[in-house]
């Protein structure tokens, strides 16, 4: 295709700004096995440490991100990220490639833009003695260049060669459609050409926590023992979907006789278990060295634990609200237009 051939022109404007890990972790989150070849592309020269092999390896660092996140309070961390915008050298040579390798005699793209208006170029790229006939669809222009009148219907005219700027009222936080469909009137050809922008999104991190509780069993005394009759039963605590648990939240909750004179005191081992991405996503607890009341007699006791769990999201921030942390997304493929 010859938007892909000529994607080599494309050429970006990187600016270094400051930011924290938060914004990054959001970013970064919204990455996963479809869409890492277009990341990678848009983001490798910012962010290289996590670009610079494959989706496996992009994952295994993103998952050390994640647990960073899930287990220790690092969002006032900071660190420098990049933005990456296309630049307006690199957009008019990509636009020239395509309109010189297209079936299509038109090509569109964005050539400036302010808080509220974008400014569209459309170029028509044919060669020899070429009329195009268009109509404009979608975004209404604000200004432009002068319309004719055929068949009774107001159209542009573009020819071989010539280049048209087309004004158009646009704030990043809305979608932005132009969708051009013309005809050369030489041949009665289609020459369409269209270009589709996202809004702009804003990310902000956001953590969920809950409470997560088990129960031990335990047990002691008798053969003129303290600790005889030893018994422990150990509990797993298992974290909710998409959670990890948070070891050193662990505290008892209550303590039940439920057998005997009870028991005076315990100890207990605690084992973390990890999934695939590195989150704690269960923890066994597992009671010893239990020391009964009465040396004649067992008591037994069910011992309640708790344990916090927490899950870092991102969650997306409506247009005028306030968010801090927060990072804007935008497509730097949406940012140019093609020949449909």
């Not at 195009?132 to 020819?159: H, K, R, S, W």
């Not at 013309?182 to 409470?211: D, M, Y």
Request: aromatic share 8%; glycine share 8%.
């Amino acid at each position: 295709m010859a938007a892909d051939n000529c994607a080599s022109l494309l050429q970006v404007d990187v600016t270094k700004i400051s930011t924290d890990l938060a914004s990054l972790y959001v970013a970064l989150s919204q990455v996963d096995q479809t869409n890492y070849d277009q990341a990678k592309s848009s983001w490798g020269a910012a962010v290289p440490d996590y670009f610079s092999g494959s989706f496996d390896d992009f994952k295994q660092k993103y998952n050390t991100l994640h647990t960073m996140f899930s287990q220790t309070d690092a969002t006032s961390l900071s660190q420098d990220y990049y933005t990456r915008t296309l630049s307006p050298a690199g957009a008019q040579a990509y636009a020239t490639c395509v309109c010189q390798t297209s079936n299509s005699p038109l090509i569109a793209w964005v050539s400036g833009s302010t808080s509220s208006s974008i400014s569209i170029k459309v170029r028509c790229g044919a060669s020899g003695i070429v009329h195009v006939d268009a109509i404009i669809g979608g975004a209404a222009p604000l200004a432009g260049p002068p319309t004719v009148q055929i068949n009774g219907q107001a159209m542009y005219e573009f020819t071989a060669g010539s280049e048209s700027v087309f004004l158009f009222p646009h704030k990043d936080t809305d979608d932005f459609a132009l969708i051009i469909n013309g005809v050369v009137k030489e041949t009665q050809a289609p020459a369409n050409a269209e270009v589709l922008l996202q809004r702009k999104r804003i990310f902000t991190t956001q953590t969920l926590s809950g409470i997560k509780t088990g129960t031990i069993r335990i047990g002691a005394g008798g053969f003129k023992n303290y600790m005889g009759n030893q018994l422990c039963d150990p509990c797993q605590i298992v974290a909710d979907e998409g959670y990890a648990l948070v070891p050193a939240t662990i505290q008892q909750v209550s303590r039940t006789v439920i057998g005997g004179p009870g028991v005076r005191n315990w100890a207990y081992d605690t084992t973390p278990n990890k999934d695939t991405n590195g989150r704690i996503v269960s923890i066994t607890i597992s009671p010893k060295n239990v020391v009964g009341n009465d040396d004649n007699a067992q008591g037994i006791e069910n011992v309640v634990y708790s344990v916090e769990q927490i899950k870092t999201v991102a969650v997306e921030v409506q247009p005028g609200a306030s968010a801090a942390p927060a990072i804007v997304a935008i497509p730097v493929k949406h940012m140019i237009g093609h020949a449909a």
